[in-house]
């Protein structure tokens, strides 16, 4: 690369851009916008107004979306990923973002793949980090950095330091003292790795620091694990305090002090630990989340908590992961600094400069009349039955359950008073009825399955599809699909979703909940699956297959279903009802799915609800919804050492489990039906 390329010149004519703000707390994505604005600082000329701009760059779309709509027609806009598609693909108000955006900026690897799914413009430029803020000199400790370096030279020679800084509690405590865990930063992988770690007798003690650290700091304390925690001690929301009084200079002085940065999230952008820890020379290990792939060699990520252990513990006795960190800073420096971006960002405003000016592209689905006034009926149109049954039926069961809850007048198939909002189940519904039914312009939420051609593999299927996208197309003004893996496989069959939102199926928790009872040590493991399906793709034969390798003297494996396979060792139950079916689970100590292309698997999110730790095919969506608490396997013959590890820290395992709650599942489909967010130009 030659000079000019490493320091690009400006731009001649250099584009006015407008940098919308941050969300103005100093932390992330205010940082995001800092470097961003760094990188482009020369190439090109900066302006105070969107309607003054070229081309307006959004580091944040929540911000984008606070400006008027107007102001962006004839105009660029760019806007930067900053975490996990499907996180925001969950928020119908991302909707209007798809609507305002004509290049999407990719800031790790995977965003490029996922970006793909719902749009057609994408450039790649990574997170930046101030790498010299990091790796150069140190400021003088504050009082509270001070004080934790004391804490920290007083514990024993050879205590192995972990440090983790992030927020992961939600927002304020609640109102009986208690604080919620931010499930997708991973406080509880957190927990249990430290926690896993005393238990085998390791001198580690934990390194805290960053807003919102109530519910870990609890946690810690009640399950035995010493830390010091940095930053003023506050009761309530610290977020203002620490924002102000930790800034990231001081952070930098933590991140040298510590033998291991530690990261457990379940689903990022970032994070930007990763980038300060290895900019800063720290040893570190981290889930497979966002950006640490790209920055991480395979030998520093971790899918299982307990292998997070097993490296640690070798770094401990003889340096495995420290011997990593000079070459993570390296290639932290060639890749991830405000200066290696320049050419980057150069290169694509040099082809934005040669495109004709764009309006932002327009959402394909009908416009959407506001409800807000309208009183809150909602008509289902699906055939209910009672269970035993396919998952669809049973979410939308605990669905209309929690739907009464939240005060929603609900209707069915048309009867009873007009409704103000409709939710359709993919083709299993009267159509005609509905038609006749549904009023022009009406709100119209399409609850999708499959695609069934996946799944079910024949011509019959390929029909049922076309048919589904077909009303989809004609009626829907939103799209509900239940994973990542679901959407790209629908967008990989030329089916193209209106307004595509993905969010999880959910259950009911007062049928499906966890037991008091914890495994037993010794005897029989109690392994089970269900299926209410007797397609192949459910498993059958990965199932018939484990009957036979699986010693019966020390696994006892059910199978409650229509699987149609008998074989000799295994418990084969007929189809039941949710409440059985729900105290078979909390019978049992570990769950196992061997179904393929299954984009959501209720039955696998009602055994985890029990308190199910899981062993899955590593296939469709259901890596997505067990995270740390299983492991994945591809062919049936690792499925007894598996088995093994999860009951050899069964409790564990367990501890770690996290699914959606009806609550919040519902909530994104009640604003769907009933909000204007996801509608907005």
Not at 5 to 20: G, I, K, S
């Amino acid at each position: 690369m030659t000079q000019t390329e490493l320091h690009p010149a400006r731009l001649d004519p250099a584009p006015r851009v407008y940098l919308p703000a941050g969300d103005e707390s100093g932390w992330a994505i205010d940082e995001d916008r800092r470097l961003t604005r760094q990188g482009l600082d020369g190439l090109v000329q900066f302006v105070d107004e969107p309607g003054r701009a070229d081309v307006v760059h959004a580091c944040w779309w929540e911000p984008m979306m606070a400006l008027d709509a107007d102001s962006l027609r004839g105009r660029h806009v760019l806007c930067q990923l900053d975490d996990r598609l499907s996180m925001h693909l969950a928020k119908p108000a991302f909707q209007g973002a798809l609507g305002r955006v004509t290049r999407w900026i990719a800031q790790n690897r995977s965003a490029v793949r996922d970006l793909s799914a719902v749009a057609s413009a994408i450039s790649f430029v990574p997170y930046a980090v101030d790498f010299q803020r990091y790796q150069g000199a140190l400021p003088e400790p504050n009082e509270h950095v001070a004080r934790a370096l004391e804490e920290l030279d007083r514990l024993d020679p050879g205590t192995y330091v972990i440090a983790s800084f992030q927020r992961d509690t939600l927002g304020e405590p609640l109102r009986d003292g208690r604080t919620e865990p931010k499930s997708k930063k991973g406080p509880d992988v957190l927990v249990r790795i430290l926690a896993e770690l005393r238990q085998r007798g390791r001198p580690v003690v934990a390194l805290l620091s960053s807003p919102r650290r109530h519910w870990i700091r609890d946690e810690l304390a009640r399950v035995g694990v010493p830390f010091v925690f940095a930053g003023p001690q506050i009761k309530g929301d610290d977020y203002e305090a620490m924002i102000e009084q930790m800034p990231p200079e001081q952070l930098a002085i933590l991140y040298r002090r510590a033998d291991l940065f530690l990261t457990c999230s379940r689903a990022e952008g970032g994070p930007r630990g990763v980038l300060e820890a290895g900019a800063a020379g720290t040893a570190q290990i981290s889930s497979p989340c966002g950006l640490a792939p790209d920055v991480l060699p395979p030998d520093l990520i971790y899918h299982d908590a307990m292998r997070a252990v097993e490296l640690i513990e070798q770094d401990m006795d003889d340096g495995l992961i420290r011997r990593w960190a000079p070459s993570v800073r390296e290639t932290i420096r060639a890749n991830h600094t405000p200066e290696a971006n320049r050419p980057r960002w150069a290169a694509l405003y040099r082809d934005l400069m040669r495109c004709e000016w764009p309006d932002p592209p327009l959402l394909r689905s009908r416009r959407v009349r506001s409800v807000l006034d309208s009183p809150r009926r909602v008509c289902i149109w699906h055939e209910f039955t009672t269970p035993p049954w396919g998952g669809g039926n049973q979410f939308l069961i605990a669905f209309r359950k929690q739907a009464h809850r939240e005060g929603i007048e609900v209707t069915v198939n048309g009867q009873g008073p007009p409704a103000t909002a409709h939710l359709i189940h993919a083709v299993w519904f009267d159509h005609e009825r509905f038609a006749s039914v549904v009023e022009a312009g009406q709100r119209v939420v399409h609850r999708v399955d499959g695609p069934l051609s996946l799944i079910r593999r024949t011509p019959e299927a390929l029909d049922l599809d076309r048919r589904c996208y077909r009303l989809n197309r004609e009626h829907a003004c939103a799209t509900v699909l239940q994973s990542p893996f679901m959407l790209e496989a629908t967008r990989s069959l030329g089916f193209d979703p209106v307004r595509p939102v993905v969010v999880p199926n959910a259950c009911d928790p007062e049928i499906f909940h966890r037991a008091d009872r914890v495994r037993s040590p010794g005897g029989p493991i109690r392994l089970i699956a269900a299926s209410w399906s007797p397609n192949p793709g459910k498993g059958a034969a990965v199932y018939a297959r484990l009957a036979r390798i699986l010693d019966p003297d020390r696994v006892r494996f059910t199978l409650v279903g229509n699987c149609p396979i008998d074989a000799p060792g295994l418990n084969r139950i007929e189809p039941v009802g949710s409440r059985e079916l729900a105290d078979l689970f909390r019978e049992h100590d570990v769950f196992i799915t061997a179904s393929r292309d299954d984009p959501c698997s209720n039955a696998l999110i009602e055994a985890l609800s029990c308190g199910l730790p899981a062993i899955y095919l590593d296939h469709g969506g259901h890596g997505d919804l067990v995270r740390f608490a299983g492991l994945p396997f591809t062919h049936p013959e690792q499925v007894p050492a598996l088995l093994d590890r999860i009951v050899a820290h069964h409790e564990a395992y367990r501890s770690m489990i996290a699914v959606e709650s009806i609550k919040d599942v519902a909530a994104v489909y009640l604003r769907l039906l009933f909000g204007d967010q996801a509608y907005r130009p």
